[in-house]
């Protein structure tokens, strides 16, 4: 199984450009997340889906926008890139929703990231 | 809202013990995760508390109170491997995974 996998690696935008991340996964899960890495600040949620069909905000939404036609896939697009959104993008996904009954099973499997710069 | 603290850096010595603390302030908390995450590369999963105690998984271990909201993650006989940056992270009572910033750890020779 590959796992959760990221498309591009690594892209740079211009302001103002538009661009659309790509992840993947194999392993059936019902939930998937978007996330975004700056230095100092942690791992933010973005956006985030319960299942296919369906999206929801995360904690910094604003400037992007997500789509969960099909269960494997979890696209991240902005459509008016700004310098301020430079960033490495990680996606994640969850095989279960309740954390309650603990363990490896409920953990997030993360992608190998997409490092943006916006010029 | 969600508030974690975690050191910014530690450093040790290569078969030294480094511990990693973590507090937290949150409502409706369900458990707390630990990740390891090297440079330029993903997060991976170490251990989830959702009980008070210690946890421990070979050189790892993980300690949860809940009543403090503390948590940390022990390292023992460090290997240079060991140098990576680790995610404390809390879940309450909706799906969302709450991250510190990460600690860095250093190992020296």
């Known amino acids: 199984n590959a796992g959760v996998t990221q498309t591009p690696k690594f892209r740079v935008l211009k302001t103002g450009q538009s661009m659309t991340l790509l992840c993947a996964q194999d392993?059936?899960?019902?939930?998937m997340y978007w996330y975004r890495q700056d230095p100092g600040m942690g791992l933010r949620l973005i956006h985030y889906s319960v299942g296919e069909g369906t999206t929801a905000k995360g904690e910094v939404p604003d400037g992007y926008n997500v789509s969960r036609l099909k269960k494997q896939n979890f696209l991240l697009g902005l459509e008016s890139a700004a310098p301020s959104q430079t960033s490495v993008y990680f996606c994640?996904?969850?095989?279960?929703?309740?954390?309650?009954?603990?363990?490896?099973?409920?953990?997030?499997?993360f992608g190998p990231g997409t490092r943006l710069t916006v010029l | 809202g969600q508030n974690i603290d975690q050191p910014t850096e530690m450093t040790a010595t290569e078969g030294a013990i480094v511990q990693i603390n973590c507090t937290y302030q949150t409502s409706g908390f369900n458990g707390l995760f630990w990740y390891q995450q090297h440079a330029g590369e993903a997060p991976t999963f170490l251990s989830y508390n959702v009980l008070d105690g210690l946890e421990e998984k070979g050189r790892f271990s993980s300690f949860l109170s809940r009543s403090k909201g503390y948590s940390y993650l022990l390292l023992k006989e460090l290997q240079m491997k060991d140098s990576a940056s680790y995610l404390c992270?809390?879940?309450?009572?909706?799906?969302?995974?709450?991250f510190g910033a990460g600690t860095t750890v250093t190992v020296r020779a």
């Open positions: 994640a996904s969850s095989y279960f929703l309740s954390w309650t009954s603990g363990g490896a099973k409920d953990t997030q499997y």
């Open positions: 392993m059936n899960h019902e939930y």
């Open positions: 992270a809390v879940t309450s009572n909706d799906y969302k995974l709450s």
